[in-house]
């Protein structure tokens, strides 16, 4: 699996830090906000569409605004690590839905309101599993201030779906976290260019209406429709549908476990190059993204210890 998602950037060019604030906030349906942010420091911004990554930096409870090492140049990580958990600005992984520099510099982020007042998404135990994040977003009002890592060039590497010379179709696959990246990739597509896309949401009413050149043949999986696991409902779509001749090349995004298993069936029952596939967990159930995070940087010094 991708490593890249839970792991900070560095902060080499074309990153940099990026204080702005919420413009205004719109529901898009049951389980989706868009939050609009703005501000001067944007002009400088540059994102590179499709699934563009950006990391969000949010203010604890009390605070006006996130406390953020942006004057560390590139030991920030280690000096953000170092601060206070319950100090520090909060930090999570989004994807920028859109970019505009007409008629100001502005900048979409939809928001997955998971566990947010929704009383449907506890546990046997009751427990409801909302995240700073999700609750952020849900009270987010104008002026509230964030601050972003962000690109400045838009050939950056925060950018993961790169179809390798030689694709002849492609094939999409995400749930609600990754729709905003789906929906940049699907407006990135050149003409024509044959699409196998599957979305994975929670409501009918979460659907959105995705503008696209490409020959786009959209499966939106429902999860209220079904009363399978996540998971098995995702493959048995993919696992039973007739994919396009020619050479593939797919993305993969969403909950880890998901994810794996659609790479697996992909990689291990429909043959498909495991070079030609890019996968990225965009979160993983029962864990918070400062524990990914810790896990990464762990795994990364075991790995350094183990080749030394
Ligand atoms: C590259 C990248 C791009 C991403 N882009 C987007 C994006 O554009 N929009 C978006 O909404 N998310 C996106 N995500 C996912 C988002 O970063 C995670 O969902 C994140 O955990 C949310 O933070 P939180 O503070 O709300 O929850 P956390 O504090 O991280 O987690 C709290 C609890 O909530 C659970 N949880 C986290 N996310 C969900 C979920 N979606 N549904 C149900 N339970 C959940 C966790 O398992 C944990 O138990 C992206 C992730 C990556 C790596």
């Known amino acids: 699996m991708s490593t890249a998602a839970p792991e900070a950037p560095a902060r080499t060019v074309p990153f940099e830090f990026f204080d702005v604030h919420v413009v205004r906030a719109r529901r898009l349906g049951p389980t989706m906000l868009r939050v609009?942010?703005?501000?001067?420091?944007?002009?400088?911004?540059?994102?590179?569409?499709?699934d563009q990554r950006i990391k969000l930096f949010l203010p604890q409870a009390g605070q006006q605004a996130p406390l953020v090492p942006t004057d560390a140049g590139e030991a920030w990580f280690t000096v953000w690590r170092s601060m206070?958990?319950?100090?520090?600005?909060?930090?999570?992984?989004?994807?920028?839905?859109?970019?505009?520099?007409?008629?100001?510099?502005?900048?979409?982020?939809?928001?997955?309101?998971?566990?947010?007042?929704d009383p449907?998404?506890?546990?046997?135990?009751?427990?409801?599993a909302a995240g700073p994040a999700s609750r952020w977003a849900a009270t987010a009002r104008p002026g509230d201030r964030v601050t972003i890592l962000g690109p400045t060039v838009e050939d950056n590497g925060g950018v993961d779906f790169r179809p390798p010379a030689g694709t002849d179709?492609?094939?999409?696959?995400?749930?609600e976290t990754a729709l905003p990246a789906v929906a940049g990739i699907l407006g990135w597509l050149p003409p024509g260019m044959p699409a196998k896309v599957w979305i994975?949401?929670?409501?009918a009413?979460?659907?959105?209406?995705?503008?696209?050149?490409?020959?786009?043949?959209?499966?939106?999986?429902?999860?209220?429709?079904?009363?399978?696991?996540?998971?098995?409902?995702?493959?048995?779509?993919?696992?039973s549908a007739q994919l396009p001749e020619g050479t593939p090349?797919?993305?993969?995004?969403?909950?880890?476990g998901t994810v794996k298993t659609l790479r697996r069936h992909l990689v291990g029952e429909r043959g498909f190059d495991r070079k030609r596939v890019t996968f990225t967990g965009y979160w993983r159930q029962d864990t918070t993204e400062e524990q990914l995070v810790e896990e990464a940087v762990s795994g990364a010094a075991a790995a350094t210890a183990g080749s030394e």
């Not at 179709?169 to 749930?175: A, M």
């Open 84 to 117: 206070d958990p319950s100090v520090r600005g909060i930090m999570r992984s989004y994807t920028v839905r859109e970019q505009r520099r007409v008629p100001q510099d502005e900048l979409d982020i939809d928001f997955v309101l998971h566990g947010v007042g």
């Open 36 to 50: 609009t942010l703005g501000g001067e420091p944007l002009r400088r911004l540059s994102a590179g569409g499709r």
């Open 200 to 203: 994975e949401v929670p409501h």
């Open 249 to 256: 090349y797919a993305w993969i995004a969403g909950e880890a």
């Open 120 to 128: 449907a998404d506890a546990d046997s135990a009751g427990f409801v």
């Open 205 to 239: 009413e979460d659907i959105q209406e995705l503008t696209t050149v490409a020959d786009a043949d959209i499966t939106w999986l429902v999860r209220d429709n079904t009363t399978e696991h996540r998971t098995e409902f995702h493959r048995a779509s993919i696992a």
């Open 169 to 175: 179709w492609v094939l999409i696959s995400g749930d």
